[in-house]
DNA sequence: CGGCACTTTGATCGTGGTCAATAAGTGTGG
DNA sequence: CCACACTTATTGACCACGATCAAAGTGCCG
């Protein structure tokens, strides 16, 4: 395994760029991909198209889960809370993406955006349908789900096994590399999460977030640009962090 | 959502259940209930038996993917690893679980026996047959994947929220909750697991879950029977600590 | 009985959490 | 355009939880 693919998977999703939606923009590869015209045409029509507000939820923890959503612009955090109410963000969301896929009765989660941004909605019965019609999609389905379960295992090793700074630096390079992935060129990043959004994320206080934040800052090894934008001036050095340093500096 | 959900289901893993073996013992049901006769003899006849000793191998990180496994008799842990050498235990399986399905090339994770015992090995290629056949059975894989991957958010949240206390507590009252799940009675439950293993599971020292379980044994919540057997005496107060207490102590 | 692996317990240290004050942006209305 | 309120970020001082280092203790197998 290269070093830094446990960091690289640490925020990808259910659906990478893998859009079920048919009317709402141009990324409507991966899940559909295999399906012949007359399929595309079947399942179109049915999905809604809705607009959401920076901080609002797309859906909560516990909502019956009678839709699946495609993320199709904005940023998106998936939140799950306990009882007594803390509370973590385990993944975050971008254009392309699957939110809410789920065979259960409830969502085990909750969904908010974090810009504003626009989401397509299909009805779960209706994706159902779909996957009798077309067997293909639902295998597709299934090995998003077994990537994202790799993924979340990445996170559960982040989390039990690596330091502060590792964590935030193995955020923000992966922040990077997903954003690149879907088109984004240039050393400038969007950062529209907040320090208490990334620490809940990681497992850390939003002071431990932005101490570390200041101490790459300090290294010169990132930049800050306003209030979200960021710019990754030395990468390999958070990169290497993020790795476990001492292993392979390629 | 119960205060427990996020315990219960931090052990529980892909196919609690569900062995895809035909031959291999009573418990093949799961992912083979919807099939009828003909199919079960269609699969069957292709599985292999296989016997591992305590600290066995079953498969290795990087490995090539080219079989699914069944475990049918014993415990094994799951290991990912880090190029630095770090690792983490990202899960326990029990008789019944399935082990190693991906749609990669190459197993994500190691998966070594804690206990001697037996598994049943199916090639993958054979399985992918029988999605093509019986795709009722690739729905049932996709059904396990999602429930696994909420069980890997709920140990996500554990890793990132509980203190070292609630996480062994979590530990324990899940163990014995896997345990009953496949039949056990009595008050007294198994506990395969070093110090080390649970620690590394939990993402704590071997030191802290020893002073942890010293902990619950002193306040009579919990007694050791020989090395491998814990009885949990109050069951309740475990139970409590582990979902963040305060909540509804039912 | 000795050897070995695992566990327990203690002492000390350090990372990151907590509490608190200040600073820097951001948005709104005058 | 600036003043003000408000949110988010930064920085500091202190503290606690859990890691680390070290040493006995316990049970198991040859």
């Known amino acids: 395994m290269h070093p830094l693919d446990a960091t690289r998977a640490l925020m990808e999703g259910l659906g990478s760029e893998s859009s079920i939606c048919m009317k709402c923009g141009s990324r409507s590869v991966g899940l559909c991909a295999p399906l012949d015209a007359a399929a595309l045409d079947d399942m179109s029509g049915e999905s809604e198209r809705l607009a959401f507000d920076q901080r609002d939820a797309i859906f909560r923890q516990g909502d019956a889960a009678r839709h699946v959503y495609t993320l199709t612009e904005g940023m998106a955090r998936l939140t799950r809370v306990l009882p007594d109410g803390r509370q973590a963000v385990i ?14 009765a409830e969502h085990a989660f909750g969904a908010e955006m974090l810009t504003r941004g626009t989401v397509c909605r299909l009805d779960r019965r209706r994706l159902e349908q779909m996957f009798r019609r077309y067997p293909v999609m639902e295998r597709r389905f299934l090995d998003l789900c077994v990537k ?8 559960i090793l982040a989390l ?7 964590r935030v630096a193995a955020f923000l390079v992966s922040l990077a590399e997903a954003q690149e992935r879907r088109g984004h060129v240039g050393p400038v990043f969007d950062l529209p ?28 090894w990132i930049r800050l640009h306003g209030h979200s934008g960021i710019e990754l001036s030395d990468r390999n050095a958070l990169a290497c962090l993020a790795a476990g340093e001492g292993a392979d500096a390629a």
Chains 1, 2 share one sequence.
């Not at 993944?91 to 699957?98: C, K, L, N, Q, T």
């Not at 994202?148 to 996170?155: G, I, N, R």
């Not at 039990?160 to 590792?166: H, I, P």
């Not at 208490?196 to 790459?216: C, K, N, Q, W």
């Open 160 to 166: 039990g096994r690596f330091s502060a700074e590792e």
């Open 148 to 155: 994202e379960l790799s993924a979340s295992q990445d996170h």
């Open 91 to 104: 993944g975050f969301r971008f254009a392309g993406d699957i939110l809410g896929f789920t065979p259960e």
């Open 193 to 220: 999460t907040t320090r208490a959004d990334i620490g809940e994320f990681l497992g850390l206080t939003l002071e431990t977030v932005s101490r570390a934040v200041s101490s790459f800052r300090k290294r010169g």
